[in-house]
T-cell receptor, first 114, second 111 residues
């Protein structure tokens, strides 16, 4: 399909392990966003890319979280030394340059840390 | 960005209009009002946005009060598929489309 694609859709890992979550934005969308959503809460902003650079990473909770977008398209969210509190749905969204607030979201990657 | 206040939940009968309120009393002159919804186990979906004037599209209507301190999202003929969490978000015009979500209103459309 032509929407935002996220993989894996589900990931179960053990405390202390390293995890990578991938986001394929809509083709041609220059802006890419990562959000995290815990049960019963609204999505929480993590980081925003415009092209290859992170324009705003103010939402990353600590230095265990890192995201890259090396070629300005696909992005990977990396979580080191996972903790049980990292369990959540990680959402990715994209938008065209100059868009006025319409973000296109993927279905999310559900991360469970045991 | 200004904070919004929404009721945690609402019910609506199928086929009737659903009117979802949002309070944004601290909104600034350059801040837009956005509405998104999130159906269970899906990502949020854009519905509509506006600055001062009322707006309508194929999904909904947005009514913004003259003082811009509150707004109402109207789904004219609610269906069971409209059951979702509805988020009202205020965002300043600018280069970034970063959106700050609250906890939203869970709309339950009843048959």
């Amino acid at each position: 399909g032509a929407g935002v694609s996220q993989t894996p859709s589900n990931k179960v890992t053990e405390k202390g392990k390293y995890v990578e979550l991938r986001c394929d934005p809509i083709s041609g969308h220059t802006a890419l966003y990562w959000y995290r959503q815990s049960l019963g809460q609204g999505p929480e902003f993590l980081i925003y890319f415009q092209g290859t650079g992170a324009a705003d990473d103010s939402g990353l909770p600590n230095d265990r979280f890192f995201a890259v977008r090396p070629e300005g398209s696909v992005s990977t969210l990396k979580i080191q030394r996972t903790e049980r509190g990292d369990s959540a749905v990680y959402l990715c969204a994209s938008s065209p340059r100059g868009a006025t607030g319409e973000l296109f979201f993927g279905e999310g990657s559900r991360l469970t840390v045991l | 960005d200004a904070k919004t206040t929404q009721p945690p939940s609402m019910d609506c009968a199928e086929g009737r209009a659903a009117n979802l309120p949002c309070n944004h009393s601290t909104i600034s002159g350059n801040e837009y009002v956005y509405w998104y919804r999130q159906i269970h186990s899906q990502g949020p979906q854009y519905i509509i946005h506006g600055l001062k004037n009322n707006e309508t599209n194929e999904m909904a209507s947005l009514i913004i009060t003259e003082d811009r301190k509150s707004s109402t999202l109207i789904l004219p003929h609610a269906t069971l598929r409209d059951t979702a969490v509805y988020y009202c978000i205020v965002r300043a015009a600018g280069a970034t489309n970063k959106l700050i979500f609250g906890t939203g209103t869970l709309l339950a459309v009843q048959p």
